[in-house]
């Protein structure tokens, strides 16, 4: 697909963290009038550029509203609770996380529009095969997060086998970025710890020193997205559900790599027991060939460029004077 081919793009959740470099990216590849953001949060006056709706993802007729106004083509379907904050609100977790989903997915198949749908290395449990998890493989997530990503990538497989409708998502690991921070996942340690880095040099860490999950710098994750909506149809066999990596490590590596910018790091651990059980059932590190194999995935960014990246920007971002070891 090109975008919505002529029609207008919505992007829902789009005050996220990845609906907040989602939204400039596809305005910049469409055009900015091309596409709309959506949130069930209001910018201040005055605070965001270009086109937006407050979108509440649990209201239908506020989607069908949108879309039929714009005349949306393709829906980038960003709203959901991440898993640490779904496991304290497990009710509203499967309220926003899966109802969402399926007025989105109703609304586009009323309205003949495309969909992207993030799922996440969450939609794996603790029977999963851990390191170099398979694309197909057992999925028995125990979070309510990973219920609603299990269910959501079969919610997809069906929208595209019963209706054609044209949905095709990516299994995100945890994404690292200095736009806008994340919120309630268990892999946004990966993102505070830099704030602090830069900021005092020191990090209490909530996962333990050996906790390994996949990981992607937010520009591969950008690109992965739109790669995969303009991918040939034909090619996708995984269509809903590609895993997709670019690097794994520990939060004791990942403090090792911070400190050959700013030598007097420290890191310390108070393990939050929801969290780290969370990370426990996920994997270690997955399989990606089917999205290389089937579009061309390809990421930049390894453990050393993105922390040197993320290091110069947040330096930037804070006015903190970068520090050399
Ligand atoms: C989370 O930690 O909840 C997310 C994810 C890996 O899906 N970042």
């Keep these: 697909m090109d975008g919505g081919k002529g029609r207008k793009i919505l992007v829902t959740g789009a005050l996220g963290q990845i609906g907040s470099e989602l939204v400039p990216a596809l305005r910049h590849r469409y055009g900015e009038n091309q596409v709309v953001a959506s949130d069930i949060r209001i910018p201040a006056a005055g605070a965001y550029e270009g086109l ?12 069908q509203d949108v879309v039929r106004r714009h005349d949306i083509g393709a829906v980038y379907h960003m709203a959901a609770l991440l898993s640490a904050v779904a496991e304290e609100r497990p009710q509203i977790a499967w309220s926003i996380n899966l109802g969402g989903l399926y007025n989105v997915l109703e609304v586009a198949r009323q309205n003949g529009a495309a969909v992207f749908c993030p799922s996440s290395i969450g939609a794996f449990g603790p029977s999963t095969p851990r390191d170099g998890t398979p694309q197909t493989t057992i999925q028995r997530p125990t979070s309510m997060y990973g219920v609603t990503k299990v269910a959501g990538e079969l919610l997809c497989d069906y929208y595209f086998e019963r209706f054609g409708l044209d949905v095709r998502g990516l299994r995100l690991p945890g994404l ?32 333990s020193p050996d906790t390994r999950l996949d ?37 004791d590596e990942l403090a090792g790599e911070i400190r050959k910018s700013i030598a007097d790091f420290a890191i310390d651990y108070e393990v939050d027991p929801v969290r780290q059980a969370i990370s426990e059932s996920w994997p270690h590190s997955v ?21 040197a990246d993320m290091l110069a920007k947040l330096g930037a971002k804070l006015k903190t004077p970068a520090r050399r070891a």
Aim: charged letters at 20%; hydrophobic letters at 40%.
């Design 215 to 251: 990981m992607m710098y937010m520009p591969d994750a950008i690109d992965g997205i739109i790669q995969l909506m303009e991918a040939a149809p034909a090619r996708l066999k995984h269509r809903n559900a590609f895993n997709v990596t670019a690097m794994n490590f520990t939060p």
């Design 52 to 63: 937006f709706e407050q979108v509440d993802c649990t209201q239908p007729l506020a989607i």
């Design 176 to 207: 690292i970025s200095h736009s806008a921070q994340p919120g309630g996942g268990t892999t946004d340690y990966a993102v505070d710890i830099f704030y602090q880095a830069v900021r005092y040099s020191h990090y209490t860490c909530f996962l």
């Design 287 to 307: 399989d990606d060939s089917a999205a290389r194999r089937e579009w061309d995935w390809n990421p930049h960014y390894d453990l050393a460029a993105m922390t």
